[in-house]
C-alpha cells in the first residue's frame, strides 16, 4: 500500500519562501512520477509540478514557473517542492500524488491519472 504523507504547509508573508515535503513509502518508487497539486477554496485542483523519478525531469505549470522548484531525494524517497516569492494567489491546500504507470506530458498535469493522493497540506499567503 503506497502512502504519502505531505508537511511543510503554513503562513507565510507575500514574496516569503517554503518548503514542502511529501516522504513516500510502500512500494519502488524508481519508475513513479510525482507531481504537486493544490486546490485554492472554491476552484477546482490545477496542477502545480511535476517529476519524473528515474530521469528527475521537471514540469510546471506556468504561473509557477521560476518561482518554485520540485526536486526529488531518492535515499529518502521524498519529493520537496521549493516555494518562492510566494504570493496571496498561491494560498492553497497541495497535494502530493503519485502514479506508476507512464503518463505522457499531458497526462500527468491531469490529477485523474494519479492513483495515490496524501491528505494535503495548506498553504496560506498573507497580503
Known amino acids: 500500500q503506497v502512502q504519502l504523507v505531505e508537511s511543510g504547509g503554513g503562513l507565510v508573508q507575500t514574496g516569503g519562501s517554503l518548503r514542502l515535503s511529501c516522504a513516500a513509502s510502500?512500494?519502488?518508487?524508481?519508475?513513479?512520477?510525482m507531481a504537486w497539486f493544490r486546490q485554492a477554496p472554491g476552484k477546482e485542483r490545477e496542477f502545480v509540478a511535476g517529476?519524473?523519478?528515474?530521469?528527475?525531469?521537471?514540469y510546471y505549470a506556468d504561473s509557477v514557473k521560476g518561482r518554485f522548484t520540485i526536486s526529488r531525494d531518492s535515499a529518502k524517497n521524498t519529493v520537496y517542492l521549493q516555494m518562492n516569492s510566494l504570493k496571496p494567489e498561491d494560498t492553497a491546500v497541495y497535494y502530493c500524488?503519485?502514479?506508476?504507470?507512464?503518463?505522457?506530458?499531458?497526462?500527468?498535469?491531469?490529477?485523474?491519472?494519479?492513483?495515490?493522493w496524501g491528505q494535503g497540506t495548506q498553504v496560506a499567503i498573507s497580503s
Open positions: 500524488a503519485a502514479d506508476f504507470s507512464s503518463l505522457s506530458q499531458l497526462g500527468l498535469t491531469r490529477g485523474r491519472f494519479y492513483d495515490y
Open positions: 510502500g512500494r519502488t518508487f524508481s519508475s513513479v512520477t
Open positions: 517529476i519524473r523519478w528515474s530521469a528527475g525531469r521537471t
